[in-house]
């Protein structure tokens, strides 16, 4: 900064004024995508904490029931779909007070049983079709037992256990 001889201040230079911008520009290149991943994993974390919860209720209700859903090294979803109101009548008041919905992306939830009424389920899945909102695992619906590491895999929770679930570093 340059002082005029009356010791009056007239501003920054363009040289002072580059680096400041420089440095605020590798500040932001590095921060924006480490939040933006923590951003996912955030997300990540809530929808298998709601996941969890509706389990929780959903196995408090197989308790009184004699009946639910379960899974193997290939997991396929079961096969009979419910929407969220008849998950909620199930479950909504006596085993959760408010079924979530949706997963913290904004996607809805997938439930499926194994058998439809008036046979005794066995087998109950919850998925999250992750980030991108596409499901995987095709028409058949199959999936691999284990992890995943990028945002966009589905989560699935079955018979008390995840199925498919994010661990470690995820990757775009």
Same mark, same amino acid.
């Given at each position: 900064?340059?002082? &005029?001889?009356?010791?009056?201040?007239?501003?920054?230079?363009?040289?002072?004024?580059?680096?400041?911008?420089?440095?605020?520009?590798?500040?932001?290149?590095?921060? @924006?995508?480490?939040?933006?991943? &923590?951003?996912?994993?955030?997300?990540?974390?809530?929808?298998?904490?709601?996941?969890?919860?509706?389990? &929780?209720?959903?196995?408090?209700?197989?308790?009184?029931?004699?009946?639910?859903?379960?899974?193997?090294?290939?997991?396929?979803?079961?096969?009979?779909?419910?929407?969220?109101?008849? @998950?909620?009548?199930?479950?909504?008041?006596?085993?959760?007070?408010?079924?979530?919905?949706?997963?913290?992306?904004?996607?809805?939830?997938?439930?499926?049983?194994?058998?439809?009424?008036?046979?005794?389920?066995?087998?109950?899945?919850?998925? &999250?079709?992750?980030?991108?909102?596409?499901?995987?695992?095709?028409?058949?619906?199959?999936?691999?037992?284990?992890?995943?590491?990028?945002?966009?895999?589905?989560?699935?929770?079955?018979?008390?256990?995840?199925?498919?679930?994010?661990?470690?570093?995820?990757?775009?």
């Amino acid at each position: 900064m340059r002082r &005029s001889t009356n010791a009056r201040f007239h501003g920054f230079t363009l040289m002072e004024t580059l680096i400041v911008v420089a440095i605020l520009g590798l500040l932001i290149a590095i921060g @924006v995508p480490m939040w933006l991943n &923590s951003l996912n994993r955030a997300k990540q974390a809530q929808t298998m904490a709601n996941m969890r919860e509706i389990a &929780s209720a959903w196995e408090a209700r197989a308790a009184d029931y004699r009946a639910y859903n379960a899974a193997g090294a290939k997991f396929q979803m079961p096969s009979v779909a419910l929407a969220a109101p008849k @998950v909620e009548t199930l479950l909504v008041p006596t085993y959760l007070r408010a079924l979530p919905r949706r997963d913290a992306w904004g996607h809805p939830f997938d439930f499926a049983i194994d058998k439809q009424a008036p046979g005794t389920a066995t087998q109950y899945a919850i998925r &999250s079709p992750g980030r991108n909102g596409k499901l995987d695992g095709g028409k058949k619906k199959k999936y691999t037992i284990g992890t995943t590491t990028r945002f966009d895999c589905d989560i699935i929770y079955a018979n008390g256990v995840f199925i498919s679930y994010p661990a470690g570093v995820q990757v775009k």
